[in-house]
């Protein structure tokens, strides 16, 4: 998989912030072109710092969600193998969205390996694998389409107050469905529509 650096760009991270994503490597692609299913693969992008944890608590994708409105998660695996490259996968990564105090606005991914701890090594391949899960609620999947587009991955952490003090691992992206014909037919429509009563 082709890999993709954004250098001197600017990223939104939590809490609203602009920081400067030089030197930072996109590491995940999460793709919801699929409708009802979240899949999230690993690039060969190579990890910004050295960390070390519990994959009981996980990696986050900070920002993920454009709002706060929605709430817990609630995703079935369908299968997967995405790990961190330095460990070995135990075929079971979990998603998990953060709901007290309020709600959060990150993704997490924890329970991907059966290692005693989870490290990123800088400058070597951060992540392997993939996993897809569905999704079944409909809110859920409101929310997931809300997604933004790219933000910043952190380890250690499973909800936003855990990123804290935190520098990045790198970065994710996110593939979206293109709209629908008859949906930009609809927008089009009402475009000329409003242009004739002016």
Do not use: H
């Not at 990223?11 to 030089?22: F, I, R, T």
């Not at 992540?127 to 380890?155: P, Q």
């Amino acid at each position: 998989m082709k890999n993709t650096m954004l250098a001197g760009a600017a990223v939104l991270v939590a809490g609203g912030s602009v920081a400067s994503a030089q030197n930072l490597e996109v590491l995940l692609e999460v793709d919801l072109t699929v409708a009802g299913e979240v899949t999230i693969t690993a690039t060969d992008g190579l990890s910004a710092i050295d960390a070390s944890g519990s994959d009981t608590t996980g990696f986050y994708l900070a920002e993920f969600y454009t709002s706060d409105l929605g709430g817990a998660l609630t995703s079935t695996l369908v299968a997967g193998d995405l790990t961190s490259a330095n460990e070995t996968t135990d075929t079971t990564p979990l998603l998990f969205r953060g709901t007290f105090p309020g709600v959060d606005t990150g993704l997490n991914v924890f329970s991907y390996t059966d290692d005693l701890s989870s490290t990123f090594t800088a400058g070597s391949v951060a992540f392997s694998g993939s996993g897809t899960w569905t999704v079944a609620d409909s809110d859920d999947i409101a929310d997931l389409l809300g997604a933004n587009l790219s933000g910043e991955i952190y380890f250690p952490a499973d909800t936003g107050d855990d990123i804290t003090g935190l520098a990045p691992l790198g970065l994710y992206t996110v593939i979206v469905p293109e709209p629908t014909t008859a949906g930009l037919l609809g927008v089009v429509s009402l475009g000329l529509l409003r242009r004739r009563r002016a």
